[in-house]
Each structure stands twice: as C-alpha cells, then as structure tokens.
C-alpha cells in the first residue's frame, strides 16, 4: 500500500479532476473472459502460450505477448481478473479487497496503463499522526510548505529527523531503479534508518506504522532495496485511487487483450512434461481432467504458496519466508458521522492498539460510496486468528473512539472484513529481486515474490517472463 507521507517530491505536480457523483452507471467490469465451460473446443486446442493466474503478472504478461501478435490463453481459477488488486461491489460501496494505494511514479506501470482514464482521485501529501492522544499533521514540504513549517515542533521527531528524510530522498533519486533493486549491499529497513541517523522516536511514531502498512512489517525488516525503491517513488509520484476502485487497474490491462484469450472459472491442477520429458514445454492439467498444451511455453503467474503445488514432481518445493498478512475492515456511516473532511491517511503512532493505518475512502474517492454514504477503510498487520471478524469490529471501533470520539465513531456500521494471508511475499535480506523467471524446458515464473512486492514488480516480472520465452523459442532476439 505504497503511500507518500512527509516525502519531498519533484517540483512537477499533476492534477488529478474529482468526480463527484456515484459512479454505479460508468463502473464496467472487464467482459472479455468466458468460464471454461462455455466453449470446450478451445480447450481441444493447442495454443501459443498458457499463462496461469489472472492477477498484475499474468496480465502484463498478457499484454506483452498481444503486443508481440502471439496467440496465447490466460487461465484463472476465479470469478474475475485481477488477483489481489480486485475491487467488490457490496450495497453500493466499491471495497477494494485489502487497502492498496497507487503510485503515479512507478515506471513500468506508467509504460502500460492510461493513467487518465482511471479518473485517479489524490490523497493529501502528507499525513496525521495519532500520538498522545491527539493528530499532529505532517506535510510534504513542497506541496504543503505551510503545514511542513507548522509540524516541524511536534513530537513525531526532531528538525534534525525531518532534515534527514530531504537527505535520504536526494540519495534514492539519484540512483537508477535498476541500480537500487540489483545492489549488492542490502540491509533490514529498521538498520538502514539507524545508520542514516533516524531517532528512535520516529522510528516507532512515524516510520514503524507508515512503512510498517507498506511492507505490512512494522518491525521494518524488510529489505533496503525495497524501502529505496519504494522511497523513490513516493518522492517521484502522487498517492492515488482509480475513482472506480484499485480493480480498474486489472480491468484496463485485461480490456486489452483479445476476446476470449482469458479463460475464469479455470482452476489448473498440475503441470506435467509429457513421458517425463523436458524437452518440449510441459503440459497443463486442469482441475475437471482435461489437458491443455502449449506450443511456445507456460508461465505460471499464481501466488508464492501456490507455486510448489503446481510444481510438485517438477522441482523440489522451494522453502519461502513466512508471508505478510493483513487485515482490512470497512465501515458505513452517514456523512455527517465523519469527522474530517480531507483526503488523507492517519497512521497509528502511538505503540498501542491493534490499528496501523485507516482513512475515509469517500474523502479520496467521492465514487466509493452511494450518494448520502461514506466509507471507512481500516488497516491491521497480522491476521489476529484467534479473533473473529465481530471480535476486530468491535475493538477496532472501540480505538477510533478514543481518535475521534465516541459518539460519531460508535454509529459507524461494519460492512465486510478482508483477512488477506499472503498480501506480500516476505522480502527480508537476503533477497534477489531479479530472479530468473526459467524453471525448465519452456516453463516460467511470474510474480511480485520475483522482482519487488510492488504492483511495479508484478508487472516488470510479467513482461520477463515473456522476453525470457521469446527469446528462448527464438522469436527476439
């Protein structure tokens, strides 16, 4: 959930309209899939590739090979596209399915989607901190000078802190990407701050639950690299949500492929190279029994966990850190229930609590809700098993409370909770985040556990995947 908080960004800003009304008429599910079961003869069929999962990775893999004229078929065993960066219609209100934020700077991204058609609505360039029982603001300086001057005495860290993150946003911009994922140096999160020289106080109130919500790892140990690359685009980009939920993302990337190249409703059960070969690419066994093969190769774009099931008798299960988890709880209330009026993210700095990070989603994103409605996206890291969704629901209204006061906060009615398993692989050091996307003979890997845990990673290991098969078939160079 890459957010920007108190980041200095390039001079360059852009505007992003806010639409007002609801937005039931023009939201539109991507309608190019059919279920496997509605026409059996493609699945007779060879074809050019086979890519398994429907999430970022397989998509951009998608759009590579549409873009290169190469026949392929995207098999998904849900209902829809898009894997975790799905977006659900419940009574009207658009919930995204785990709290996710889009950077306008990550690079790949900008190469494949229309940024002006998502209709991205902006977060506040900064953010408020709950600490000893009350919000202090902080601001990025170049969007927000005035508030930036303002926060400079409050007690989520000293000038001198606040100082060092000018000097850490001059030492990630000017590095390249590809220089900041493939260094050879790399520490937890947590050491790298201490070494730059970050107190410790802003460490727990500002840094802890602010990249703690990004990597969903508030003990920050999580790679360098990563908190680099993500740093820099903070610092590049703006801090959005597609006015139609984060889904729209998926929906725009599969709108572009060709009809009936995406396959739902298609659970794959196992991978198998023909007589035990692995000369040629393998073939695909679907959960009902058939068989599906592919000419040129078969990517496999599925969840880390998932990867050694469908590998089973191909290569030994490759042992992965345990993932990241969260939690994500949405609540209705009437507009004037709602304290604030600003689109911006309020993180938990006060050590205490089961809360990370929550915001008013119809702040961002007017289309969120029906008209007369709000809506309220709340954060835990964890999954908290020994609690029930009624449980979390409860507390969770019970610590806004002391934030905004009991009587509006205790009228806020809870709609649906997302507990997420793996919403990130674990990248702790040491990490490789260019890993080769071959497993063998025209199979490959796809996926945010290959390159960063960013929806840029998933796309980047989408497109490799593909350049590795084409030029491993000869078709690139």
């Known amino acids: 959930m890459p957010v920007a908080i108190s980041l200095p960004t390039s001079s360059t800003s852009h505007f992003f309209p806010r639409r007002r009304g609801h937005a039931n008429h023009r939201y539109q599910r991507f309608s190019g899939a059919q279920s496997s079961t509605e026409d059996p003869y493609i699945r007779k069929n060879q074809t050019g590739v086979i890519i398994i999962g429907a999430g970022l990775a397989g998509l951009a893999a998608a759009n590579q090979l549409t873009s290169k004229r190469i026949p392929f078929l995207l098999l998904e065993a849900s209902d829809g596209v898009g894997g975790r960066v799905r977006t659900d219609i419940v009574d009207g209100f658009f919930l995204d399915r785990g709290f996710q934020i889009f950077i306008t700077a990550y690079p790949e991204a900008k190469k ?66 590809e220089e900041i994922l493939t260094a050879a140096d790399e520490v937890p999160t947590i050491d790298l701050l201490r070494k730059i020289g970050f107190s410790e106080t802003i460490l727990d109130r500002f840094f802890r639950p602010f990249f703690g919500g990004i990597f969903f790892d508030r003990d920050l140990e999580t790679t360098s690299k990563l908190f ?95 993932a990241r988890s969260t939690i994500c709880l949405y609540f209705t209330a009437e507009p004037n229930q709602i304290p604030v009026q600003d689109p911006v993210l309020f993180l938990n700095g006060s050590n205490s609590g089961i809360i990370n990070n929550m915001f008013f989603a119809t702040n961002v994103a007017r289309t969120y809700a029906p008209p007369g409605k709000a809506l ?46 793996f919403a990130q692989p674990n990248q702790c050091p040491p990490t490789d985040l260019v890993k080769s ?10 996926g945010d556990y290959m390159t960063s845990a960013t929806f840029d990673g998933a796309l980047v290991s989408g497109r490799r995947a593909v350049e590795v098969l084409l030029r491993e078939t000869g078709l690139i160079k």
């Open 437 to 446: 996307p071959r497993v063998g003979s025209g199979l490959y890997l796809s």
């Open 112 to 177: 494949l989607l229309d940024y002006e058609a998502l209709d991205l609505q902006r977060f506040y360039a900064g953010a408020k901190v709950f600490y000893g029982g009350k919000f202090h603001t902080v601001a990025d300086p170049l969007r927000h000078f005035w508030d930036s001057v303002a926060s400079l005495a409050n007690p989520i860290g000293s000038v001198v802190d606040k100082g060092l993150i000018a000097l850490t946003r001059a030492r990630v911009l000017i590095k390249s990407d």
């Open 228 to 322: 680099d690359f993500v740093f820099r685009c903070l610092a590049l980009g703006e801090n959005t949500l597609p006015a139609m939920g984060i889904g729209e993302i998926s929906n725009q990337l599969a709108a572009k492929l060709p009809a009936k190249s995406v396959l739902l409703n298609t659970r794959v059960a196992s991978i198998e190279y023909p007589n035990g070969s692995g000369s040629d690419p393998p073939s695909v066994r679907l959960q009902d029994g058939s068989v599906m093969k592919a000419e040129l190769g078969v990517i496999i774009a599925v969840e880390q966990p998932e990867v050694n099931k469908l590998l089973d008798g191909i290569r030994d299960p490759v042992i992965t850190k345990p």
């Open 376 to 421: 309220v996206s709340v954060s835990l890291i964890g999954l908290f098993e020994d609690r029930t969704d009624d449980d979390l629901a409860a507390e969770v209204l019970r610590e806004l409370s002391g934030w905004f006061g009991e009587s509006p906060v205790m009228s806020w009615k809870h709609l649906k909770t997302y507990r997420i398993q």
